[in-house]
């Protein structure tokens, strides 16, 4: 089991940042990859940012609606990934999630999520 603690989220203005930390109770070294996911209120969960949990083992992905504001990035160490969210929306508003995945086998693989942080962009 990979347990996942999300922490950063909070209220801000349209405009501001603010810096999303996701920290495991594990190395990323034996993991696959490393995702923020967002849900808006009453919508579904969608994907924000991806990357590989091991360097140089794959790209990084954004989705449309954050491409050129939103950053994923490791932090120190194995076992944090960083959101770091620029020139916030008011749609921005909603929970932000942190995945990864481990490989098993084949194309199975096992998936762990944190709890999730508010953020909430005020107009």
């Known amino acids: 089991q990979v347990q996942l603690v999300e922490s950063g989220g909070g209220s801000v203005e349209a405009g501001g940042s603010l810096r999303l930390s996701c920290t495991a109770s594990t190395s990323f070294l034996g993991l696959s990859s490393l995702r923020w996911y967002f849900q808006a209120p009453g919508s579904e969960r969608k994907l924000v940012a991806r990357m590989p949990a091991v360097a140089n083992m794959g790209r990084t992905f954004y989705a449309d609606s954050v491409k050129g504001r939103f950053t994923i990035f490791r932090g120190n160490g194995d076992s944090t990934v960083h959101l770091e969210m620029n020139s916030l929306k008011p749609e921005d508003t909603g929970v932000y999630y942190c995945?990864?995945?481990?490989?098993?086998?084949?194309?199975?693989?096992?998936?762990?999520w944190g709890r999730g942080t508010q953020v909430t962009v005020s107009s």
């Open positions: 995945f990864v995945d481990q490989h098993i086998s084949g194309s199975r693989f096992r998936s762990f």
